[in-house]
């Protein structure tokens, strides 16, 4: 089994920031691609960014120069630093991990977190 517990989300005022965090706990080996989803009210689910564990890095082209994602592999953690939020940001934030347990590969997701920004 493994649990994603993401955090950090809430309410800002246009041009604020916001950090989200996200921690893989259970029997896992290792994760390979983490990130980040969000889904607005009426809208499917869209990527944000996602990191691998060399650190490669992938960004929204609506997100790009505004956010950041990062990890620590040791602690199976990945951050999101959301810099310069408009209104559009508003969702809910989903962290997803690729990892590898005693039964294979799978794919994991948090519980999301709610991001809601002012103007």
């Known amino acids: 089994q493994v649990q994603l517990v993401d955090s950090g989300g809430g309410l800002v005022q246009a041009g604020g920031s916001l950090r989200l965090s996200c921690t893989a706990s259970?029997?896992?080996?290792?994760?390979?691609?983490m990130g980040w989803y969000r889904q607005a009210p009426g809208k499917q689910r869209e990527l944000v960014a996602t990191?691998?564990?060399?650190?490669?890095?992938n960004y929204a082209d609506s997100v790009k120069g505004r956010f950041t994602i990062s990890r620590d592999n040791a602690k199976q953690t990945v951050n999101l630093q959301m810099n310069g939020l408009k209104p559009e940001d508003t969702a809910v934030y989903y962290c997803?991990?690729?990892?590898?347990?005693?039964?294979?590969?799978?794919?994991?997701w948090g519980q999301g977190t709610q991001v809601s920004v002012s103007s």
């Open positions: 997803s991990a690729h990892c590898s347990t005693v039964v294979g590969w799978g794919d994991y």
């Open positions: 990191i691998t564990s060399g650190s490669n890095t």
């Open positions: 259970g029997r896992i080996f290792s994760c390979n691609t």
